[in-house]
């Protein structure tokens, strides 16, 4: 059953974020009209082609006229130059929100530029792939998965509900959090894993006793599984560390502690300890089946099909 929710929905950036809500957005009839736009010609020209939105147009500006939702899909670091941009030309009463991964910087970037007649619930969508770009997404790469919103002081609990069924209607959850809070809470679940990955992926290219060959050929699960999160937009995770650095920093700083105690355990042959260790951290990938947010299906729940 479809359920329009929005007159006409904007998507600044048409990456994959942009392109599976485009999906999920048609999927369910959420939205009379879906207009979207990218900074890149090619972006657009490729979005025009297989027909990802409604209507393509050329800048933000002209994307967000009439709209009654406003999506900035873009990368954390553009955020403030497209808020700047498109402010003037807010339909009254339209609410804006993002995607982006930190909120606290993001608030802040776009919080600023917007007129008083326009609400600002800012979101994150927690879901992904290692893929970007406007064919990378699919309508169902919300299904089941978090969003959180945190709206900002003086927000209108109307839109701010209105915004959480929107989200629904993607197939995510829903979930209210404060700006910092969200940014710690994302700090140790996703951004200082991906760190980790880059960092071990990075160790393994310098380590010229163990060749490429010998990398790419002998992958076990978990090395591969480094791989596909280190292949994310760099663009993206670059702009996530400079824009929330106090809850990154934080987070490594406990990692490298707790790295410490483990190295310091196979030094001194603490089995006991190691053994203990990995008890207690196997119970959170329990935890994780059980709510659903992956299955502990092998191969890590990945189908062979692309």
């Not at 392109?19 to 972006?43: D, K, N, P, W, Y």
Request: charged share 25%; aromatic share 6%; net charge negative.
């Amino acid at each position: 059953m479809s359920t329009q929710i929005y007159n006409r929905v904007a998507l600044i950036g048409l990456g994959l974020i942009a392109s599976s809500m485009a999906h999920a957005t048609r999927r369910a009839g959420l939205a009379g009209e879906i207009v979207g736009t990218s900074r890149s010609a090619e972006t657009r020209e490729i979005a025009q082609e297989i027909g990802l939105c409604d209507r393509i147009v050329d800048t933000a500006a002209e994307a967000v006229e009439g709209a009654d939702l406003v999506i900035l899909c873009v990368p954390v670091g553009a955020m403030e130059a497209v808020a700047k941009e498109i402010a003037p030309h807010l339909a009254e009463g339209a609410t804006v929100s993002d995607v982006g991964s930190v909120k606290k910087a993001v608030i802040a970037a776009i919080a600023p530029h917007l007129p008083p007649h326009a609400q600002f619930i800012p979101g994150h969508p927690l879901a992904g792939t290692e893929h970007s770009g406007p064919r990378s997404g699919f309508a169902e790469l919300f299904d089941n998965r978090w969003t959180i919103l945190t709206p900002v002081e003086g927000a209108d609990p109307q839109a701010t509900e209105k915004l959480r069924s929107y989200w629904e209607g993607l197939g995510a959850n829903v979930d209210e959090m404060e700006p910092d809070h969200h940014d710690l809470v994302l700090a140790v679940t996703s951004h200082c894993p991906h760190l980790i990955a880059y960092t071990m992926v990075g160790v393994a290219d310098d380590l010229r006793r163990v060749t490429d060959s010998e990398v790419i050929k002998y992958s076990a699960a978990g090395f591969r599984d480094f791989t596909r999160i280190a292949a994310s937009d760099p663009t993206m995770w670059r702009d996530v560390f400079l824009n929330n650095k106090e809850a990154t920093l934080e987070i490594l700083g406990r990692f490298t502690e707790e790295l410490f105690a483990l190295q310091r355990a196979i030094r001194t042959g603490d089995g006991d300890e190691l053994f203990d260790y990995f008890t207690r951290t196997r119970a959170i990938r329990r935890g994780i089946i059980e709510a659903g947010q992956d299955t502990d299906a092998p191969n890590f729940g990945r189908m062979s099909k692309k």
